[in-house]
Nanobody
Framework: QVQLVESGGGSVQAGGSLTLACRAS????????MGWFRQAPGKEREGVASITRVSAGGIKMYADSVKGRFTITSDNANSTLYLRMNSLRLEDTAMYYC?????????????????WGQGILVTVSS
């Protein structure tokens, strides 16, 4: 079992930056694929960024909508996943969720993820 706790959300003006963190506990963090998802009001949840387990090379994957603006990183020593978000846009406003999968894969597909955090709100204003 893995527990995931997000932090770092909040409100920011368009063009600004935020960094989300996800602290994992309860299992061997390095064996899991990790990722970030988001759900905007009235929309389905979508994958934002993900990273493979350490032994698979820590390969990263990004949604087209965030490429070049968002960066996913993993601090394996502290079992913490980060999402650095730059050049934020109004359409980035959403609840952001941290997720872990036992496969150790990087994927943006919802159905492959086994554990989810409670979510944290990011609001981008003009």
């Amino acid at each position: 079992q893995v527990q995931l706790v997000e932090s770092g959300g909040g409100s920011v003006q368009a063009g600004g930056s935020l960094t989300l963190a996800c602290r994992a506990s309860g299992a061997d963090y390095e064996t899991f694929g990790m990722g970030w998802f988001r759900q905007a009001p009235g929309k389905e949840r979508e994958g934002v960024a993900s990273i493979t387990r350490v032994s698979a090379g820590g390969i990263k994957m990004y949604a087209d909508s965030v490429k070049g603006r968002f960066t996913i990183t993993s601090d394996n020593a502290n079992s913490t996943l980060y999402l650095r978000m730059n050049s934020l846009r109004l359409e980035d406003t959403a609840m952001y969720y941290c997720a872990a999968n036992r496969l150790g894969a990087a994927t943006l597909l919802d159905e492959f993820w086994d554990y989810w955090g409670q979510g944290i709100l990011v609001t981008v204003s003009s």
